[in-house]
């Protein structure tokens, strides 16, 4: 994952520290701004400025949603596969 860095939109600070945390831990980095540099933002919705800037730049981040993050054991492995991948251009 060391080519991977996120940004974290509207995610509770509890998951949003877990989050980072198991990226960080497999080589990833963290940005809590949104830049070109990002390549994966972490939202629960498109409904907020961080989705809003990275589709109206074309910024072309892979934007991940949780789903069923409260019933996830928080390992790290499970952090990252409990999320679905749609492509903003």
Same mark, same amino acid.
């Given at each position: 994952?060391?080519? @991977?860095?996120?940004? #974290?939109?509207? !995610? ?6 877990? !989050? !980072?945390? $198991?990226?960080? =831990?497999?080589? $990833?980095? &963290?940005?809590? =701004? ?16 961080? #989705?809003? @800037?990275? @589709? ?8 991940? #949603?949780?789903? $069923?993050? &409260?019933?996830?054991? &928080?390992?790290? *492995? =499970?952090?990252?596969? #409990?999320?679905? $991948?749609? *492509? !903003? =251009?």
């Amino acid at each position: 994952m060391s080519d @991977v860095t996120i940004c #974290c939109a509207d !995610i509770p600070e509890g998951d949003k520290e877990a !989050i !980072i945390g $198991g990226v960080i =831990a497999m080589g $990833g980095q &963290h940005s809590s =701004a949104l830049s070109k540099m990002v390549t994966h933002l972490v939202a629960l919705t498109l409904d907020n400025d961080k #989705c809003e @800037v990275a @589709v109206n730049r074309g910024y072309g981040v892979r934007l991940f #949603c949780p789903i $069923g993050m &409260h019933s996830v054991d &928080h390992s790290q *492995t =499970a952090l990252l596969t #409990c999320y679905i $991948g749609l *492509t !903003i =251009a």
